[in-house]
């Protein structure tokens, strides 16, 4: 996913919501229904039209049990969600309740623009070290939506037509991983051994085998030597032959998950969140299986975490929140809820629900939910990037392209993401 430059559009949104604000809009972000007893909310939310779908459903359950309460759904693709809540939170009409990715928590928390929700929803049953998550400054700005990990996702036919097996993920290293690619690129049939990208995630897990952290506190804590084994990495992925030139690899990368090589059968591994093996598996037609993700040389740590798909996280100028709350709880706490929407916003991590659910889930995510059990003790724990986060993405992308493109050397190249990066925390 591609947050992109999303501080910019803050200005841009402020200038927006002046206008806004002069043709009539004044912060009311539900007011009453036609029915005059009911009230209405609103709710943000990005995503495919698969789950624009399942979210209208779990919305008419909502109001089934809850009747004197109309939930208006507000649903816009990843590429546009952002810059369309700023506008709206800038110009006081944000949406009672909306979606917040952990990268842009700390952004609007610090703006005000979200409440606390500490001791507003039951939390109880979900889990602890997730929860914690959701907080700034120990309050509880944002609840967890279900959770998923950064992770190595293969194509067990595709390796064994390649006369290779699956790696044991309990000992692989970097290199044997590229080996292991080199091999398959090489077996004759035209199938690429690995795709890779610039997901921040997998930089921060390489920077935690190296014993970094990859923000720490409202720096950037990853050394210009482990930037540069890491775009080493891509660099002899490159050279091997055992994935796409880099001008490939960023357009496969701007096409999305169903349209990589492993979607379509021309791959055997790549990098993706647990939570996307059900679409990645749909798209290809094929079983794939999920993975550990190598590690760096003489590492103890995996440096794999376990984080929130999302977040639900209210307006601190909402009229009804209440209501906001109320609907927030029925999504994370009640199994009808979970019943409808499954694992497309993570797993669930309400233990209770979770057990009611649990043989509900389509096959695929019944292997998620093996694998995240199997590996939830190897996980770091995670917690809310600074300010400035929500332009890492954009930020470590350009930089890792114009190594790969040979437009600059990787010295300058990590200096350079170092200088921006730090800018972009400092604000």
Not at 78 to 85: F, N, P
Not at 351 to 366: E, M
Request: charged fraction near 20%; aromatic fraction near 8%; charge should be negative.
């Amino acid at each position: 996913m591609n947050l992109g430059s999303r501080n910019k559009k803050w200005t841009m949104a402020a200038a927006t919501a002046a206008v806004v604000l002069a043709a009539g809009a004044c912060g009311d972000s539900g007011g009453e229904g036609g029915g005059g007893d009911k009230v209405s909310i609103t709710f943000a939310y990005w995503g495919s039209d698969a789950r624009q779908k399942l979210t209208e459903e779990v919305i008419k359950k909502f109001e089934q049990k809850n009747p004197t309460i109309d939930v208006e759904g507000d649903f816009s693709n990843w590429d546009s969600y952002y810059e369309k809540l700023a506008t709206k939170v800038a110009a006081n009409d944000a949406p009672d309740v909306m979606s917040i990715e952990i990268r842009g928590l700390a952004e609007y928390a610090g703006r005000g623009a979200l409440a606390d929700l500490s001791g507003k929803v039951t939390t109880g049953d979900l889990d602890q070290q997730v929860l914690t998550s959701g907080q700034i400054e120990g309050k509880q700005y944002a609840i967890p939506t279900g959770v998923n990990t950064f992770s190595m996702v293969a194509n067990p036919s595709v390796l064994e037509k390649a006369k290779q097996k699956v790696p044991d993920d309990k000992s692989w290293t970097w290199p044997q991983w590229i080996e292991l690619a080199k091999q398959i690129s090489a077996s004759g049939d035209g199938t690429t051994g690995a795709e890779y990208n610039y997901n921040p995630a997998w930089l921060q897990i390489f920077a935690a085998q190296k014993g970094e952290k990859f923000y720490d506190g409202a720096k950037i804590g990853v050394s210009p030597g482990t930037l540069k084994e890491w775009w080493a990495i891509h660099q002899q992925l490159i050279q091997a032959k055992a994935a796409p030139e880099a001008a490939k690899s960023s357009e496969l990368l701007t096409a999305g998950p169903e349209q990589s090589l492993l979607a379509t059968n021309a791959g055997a591994m790549g990098m993706w969140w647990s939570n996307q093996l059900n679409a990645l598996s749909k798209a290809s037609g094929q079983e794939l299986t999920l993975l550990r993700m190598p590690k760096a040389e003489g590492a103890s740590a995996s440096g794999m975490f376990l984080q929130p798909a999302m977040f639900y996280t209210a307006s601190a100028k909402s009229e009804h929140a209440a209501e906001a709350q109320k609907f927030i709880d029925f999504l994370v706490n009640d199994p009808d809820a979970a019943s409808i929407l499954l694992s497309d916003r993570g797993l669930p991590t309400n233990s209770k629900v979770l057990a009611v659910v649990k043989d509900k889930l389509p096959a695929v995510d019944q292997k998620t939910l093996v694998f995240i059990d199997e590996v939830k003790g190897e996980l770091s724990p995670i917690e809310a990037p600074p300010k400035g986060a929500m332009q890492m993405e954009d930020i470590l992308k350009r930089n890792t392209e114009e190594v790969l493109f040979g437009k600059t050397t990787p010295d300058a190249g990590a200096q350079k993401f170092l200088t921006e990066a730090n800018a972009a925390l400092a604000g």
